[in-house]
C-alpha cells in the first residue's frame, strides 16, 4: 500500500499564500505521478494538478494557473503546492493522490491512493 498525508492547511486571507505539503510511504514514490485535487461543499471533486514521476512535465487547472505551482522531491518522499493569491473560492478540502499506471492525469478515477485532505480556508 501507498499512504498519503497532507499537511498545511489553514485559514488565511484573500490574497495570501499557502504551501500544502504530501508525504508518501515505500520506497517506489518517484515511479508515481502525482495529482492535487479539491472538493468545496455541495461541489463535486475537481483536479487542480498533477506532475509527473520525474518532475518535467506539470499540468494545472485553468482555475488555479498562474497562482499554484506544483513540486515534487522525490528523496523526501514529498510533493508540494504552492498557492499564491489564494481567493475565498479556493476554499475547499486538499487531496493528494498517486497514479501508478496513467501519469500526469487529470482523472480522479486514474488514481489509485489518496490522502485525507487538509483544509484550506480563505477568507475575505
Known amino acids: 500500500q501507498v499512504q498519503l498525508v497532507e499537511s498545511g492547511g489553514g485559514l488565511v486571507q484573500a490574497g495570501g499564500s499557502l504551501r500544502l505539503s504530501c508525504a508518501a510511504s515505500g520506497r517506489t514514490f518517484s515511479s508515481y505521478a502525482m495529482g492535487w485535487f479539491r472538493q468545496a461543499p455541495e461541489m463535486e471533486r475537481e483536479f487542480v494538478a498533477a506532475?509527473?514521476?520525474?518532475?518535467?512535465?506539470?499540468y494545472y487547472a485553468d482555475s488555479v494557473k498562474g497562482r499554484f505551482t506544483i513540486s515534487r522531491s522525490n528523496a523526501k518522499n514529498t510533493v508540494y503546492l504552492q498557492m499564491n493569491n489564494l481567493k475565498p473560492e479556493d476554499t475547499a478540502v486538499y487531496y493528494c493522490?498517486?497514479?501508478?499506471?496513467?501519469?500526469?492525469?487529470?482523472?480522479?478515477?486514474?488514481?489509485?491512493?489518496w490522502g485525507q485532505g487538509t483544509q484550506v480556508t480563505v477568507s475575505s
Open positions: 493522490a498517486a497514479d501508478t499506471a496513467s501519469g500526469l492525469s487529470t482523472s480522479g478515477g486514474n488514481y489509485d491512493y
Open positions: 506532475i509527473s514521476w520525474g518532475g518535467g512535465s506539470r
